[in-house]
């Protein structure tokens, strides 16, 4: 069974930095996509960024574009998501995801989660 370990979540100030880690315990499964999003309480599971496995090629979301940066180590079967000049706002569970089916968009196009990793960014 593929599983996806998110790591580096914690508390920060605002314009600071963190680099959360998404290990996965295989590349066997389908996942040719591996996402991010956040939840914060009340509100849906919104969609970050994306990155695909062969090449690299990266999506962002407006509200972090510019600000946020996801990349991929195939060798260590691990995607990251560097996060910098951090608002309050960005304070949420993050989690990472293998794409199933359907645009990466949307969380429900997402068969493979993990455990979520909370960022709490204070003033």
């Known amino acids: 069974q593929v599983q996806l370990v998110e790591s580096g979540g914690g508390l920060v100030q605002v314009g600071g930095s963190l680099r959360l880690s998404c290990a996965a315990s295989a590349r066997t499964f389908s996942s040719s996509v591996m996402g991010w999003f956040r939840q914060a309480p009340g509100k849906e599971r919104e969609f970050i960024g994306a990155?695909?496995?062969?090449?690299?090629?990266?999506y962002y979301a407006d509200s972090v574009k510019g600000r946020f940066t996801i990349s991929r180590d195939n060798a260590k079967n691990t995607v990251y998501l560097q996060m910098n000049s951090l608002k309050p706002e960005d304070t949420a569970v993050y989690y990472c995801?293998?794409?199933?089916?359907?645009?990466?968009?949307?969380?429900?196009?997402?068969?493979?989660w993990g455990q979520g990793t909370q960022v709490t960014v204070s003033s």
């Open positions: 990155v695909t496995w062969s090449t690299g090629t990266t």
């Open positions: 995801a293998g794409h199933y089916s359907g645009s990466f968009y949307y969380a429900r196009s997402y068969g493979y």
